[in-house]
């Protein structure tokens, strides 16, 4: 079930979503360094939550294929302005309840999402059933709990209408991300932007 009021802020913020990120180019530079090494060209790739495409258009060309989604029809359309390739196509999708076949594709990413979703365990359970057994997990994530605390910028978040409804550190996390049939693969921190973000890299347990 889509959060309607949720959904609503990132229909309106859509527009400016892709300006509002290019800021912090850098650090999703290195999240793209970190994950590159674990594509090919025969993945087929799932990526949820995609926005405006951000992460998209710099790994598709690494893969087979590569489907972005978002819940939001107005971030798809924002994704679909920057262009569809041959391998790389956008469509709106719900991470909760995905109309993808079991163990369809070889790769998830789902990033900077699990935080900001009120049922992150409904998206977990469908990852796992739409990848591959020993399919691999991409989950970047913003940790608000490592390093400082940004309680200002939280704050502004809150007032603006982004709701966050999860707060990991690292281990808090794995743990997380081990409790739904998943072992970590690698963990790495990005710095920069909004909070530290975590690489969690994770392969699905047969």
Not at 177 to 203: C, D, N, R, T, W
Request: aromatic residues 12%.
């Amino acid at each position: 079930m889509i959060d309607k009021s949720n959904k609503k802020f990132w229909d309106k913020f859509a527009k400016l979503y892709d300006p509002f990120m290019k800021k912090d180019k850098g650090v999703y530079d290195k999240v793209c360094e970190y994950i590159r090494p674990h594509l090919n060209k025969d993945m087929e790739v799932l990526e949820l939550a995609c926005g405006s495409g951000q992460l998209s258009f710099n790994l598709s060309k690494h893969t087979k294929s590569w489907i972005g989604t978002d819940f939001s029809e107005q971030m798809i359309q924002e994704a679909k302005k920057r262009g569809e390739y041959e391998n790389l196509t956008f469509e709106t999708a719900d991470a909760v309840a995905l109309s993808y076949s079991h163990e369809k594709f070889d790769c998830v990413l789902i990033a900077n999402a699990l935080h900001i979703m009120p049922k992150p365990d409904e998206a977990m359970k469908e990852i796992y059933r739409v990848l591959k057994p020993n399919g691999t997990l991409f989950a970047p994530t913003f940790l608000w709990k490592e390093g400082k605390q940004r309680k200002m910028i939280k704050s502004l978040m809150s007032i603006l209408g982004f709701k966050m409804y999860q707060e990991w550190d690292k281990k808090e996390f794995e743990d997380f991300i081990k409790e739904y049939g998943f072992s970590v693969v690698e963990m790495k921190l990005a710095h920069g932007g909004l909070a530290p973000i975590g690489v969690m890299i994770a392969q699905k347990v047969a």
